[in-house]
């Protein structure tokens, strides 16, 4: 599995983000599936639908049904975790989506995050590990 931000997942979809080409050519590389957070998605879907409808977001739904892209629900211990690193982070300023996929990273014992989000490069996952970031 490679966890994924919203940020691929836009790009892989919107044919005219700068970031498209790259991503598609990353993705086979990648360990499936993609797994993502509720934030990541709900994110990605809002920002698909402000930019190319719903037949944007019906293709990011078909990544779900295709079991491209999984969602991951996070416990009570992960929401407090992610508090804890929006607080830790608030001078970055870290949000939602982005405390949500460290968590998950730190649960799942993964370091690597499918982003284009440059801000993974500063957060740290406990022991004070940094993040492989991907492309």
Do not use: K
Not at 85 to 96: G, H, I, K, S
């Amino acid at each position: 599995m490679t966890i994924c931000d919203a940020s691929p997942l836009i790009a892989l979809i919107n044919s005219g983000d700068r970031n498209h080409q790259r991503c598609l050519e990353i993705l086979p590389y990648l360990s499936d599936p993609l797994i993502t957070t509720c934030a990541c998605f709900t994110e990605a879907m809002y920002l698909l639908g402000r930019y190319g409808g719903w037949f944007a977001q019906q293709e990011l739904w078909d990544y779900v049904s295709d079991e491209i892209l999984v969602i991951h629900h996070h416990s009570l211990n992960e929401l407090t975790r992610m508090e804890s690193l929006m607080a830790q982070y608030q001078n970055v300023p870290m949000d939602l989506a982005d405390a949500s996929l460290v968590a998950m990273a730190e649960v799942l014992h993964q370091r690597q995050i499918f982003t284009l989000d440059r801000d993974f490069y500063i957060y740290r996952l406990w022991g004070n590990q940094s993040i492989e970031v991907v492309p």
